[in-house]
């Protein structure tokens, strides 16, 4: 009867949602327990300068590799290391490893470059978030023009006086601002305006259809005209083929971050490939692909 299905479908629902419960909670367990475990690891991927063809910049990607599971996509856990308010300590050991990570290589003689850091909007609300990168500065010895932060253009939709005090604190602590995943918020763009900033990173959604598609080729090409009059430079994210990196090039795309160029690499592959002071040459000839 309707009565019956009706129920045997409620208590089926009811057990895909206590199965899904308990894996979250599972999940939060462990990941309680993996900063002191030392799960975590950061991978870097390169940022390419078009016009140098040389690595301009790192994206410092977290890494969990649990246990049983394996590596653990940070799509799957951030979302939970955020609702959990674990992202705080969690990002706060990002930030420390990416810092020293960049020190060590600057003392070891290799190229100086940029380390991005992914910040949450906890984070970022958090009180201390100021004194915390002042203090991972100092005790790593970074200087601050190396250390860029990425945030997302939701955090315009919090407290803007709020927002305006940290990140105005942060620049004149003289560290790097970028607005990760650009054009995929359902912020406005007014926050441009007020908010200091020094870049924007175009969001790989945008580059997905760019090659087929000409609206979307007109919305990169108008982003990118926009943040350079506000004087900001840009980074283009995702690129896979030669051809995005040749049209991203026409439209003065100051950077591309790809896995054209580079997949996220472990430190030592990447400082291998610092160390070899690796020209991409990609008008013209193969670019490096793959991983290094
Ligand atoms: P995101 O900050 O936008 O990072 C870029 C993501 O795009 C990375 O995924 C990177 O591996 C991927 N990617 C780069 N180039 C290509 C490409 O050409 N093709 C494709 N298919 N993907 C590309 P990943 O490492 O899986 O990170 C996913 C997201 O997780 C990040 O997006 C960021 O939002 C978050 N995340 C990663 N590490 C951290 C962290 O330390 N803290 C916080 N709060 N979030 C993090
Ligand atoms: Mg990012
Ligand atoms: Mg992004
Ligand atoms: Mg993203």
Redesign the pocket.
Known sequence: SVKENGRSSYQFYNTAMAKKTYERLALERDLRLALERKEFLL?Y?PQIGLETGMVGGI????RWRHPERGLV???VF?PVAEESRL?VPI?EW?LYTACKQNKAWQDAGLPKVQVA????IH?FQHAEIVDTIARILRETGLSPQYLEL?ITESIAMHDVEQVIRTLQALWDMGVNISI??FGTGYSSLNYLKHFPIHRLKID?SFLDDMVSNAKEREIVAAIIVMAHSLGLQVTA????SLEQVHILNGYRCDDV????FS??LPARAFAELLEKRKVYYWSGKAVGGGRG
Not at 59 to 62: D, F, G, P, S
Not at 117 to 120: E, F, I, R, T
Not at 237 to 240: L, Q, R
Request: overall charge negative; proline content about 6%; glycine content about 10%.
């Open positions: 991978h991927q994206e410092a990607l977290l996509s940070p799509e951030i992202i990002g990002v850091v992914n910040l949450s984070q990425e990760d995943d790989k994210e995702g690129a896979e971050q790809g896995y054209i997949q996220p």
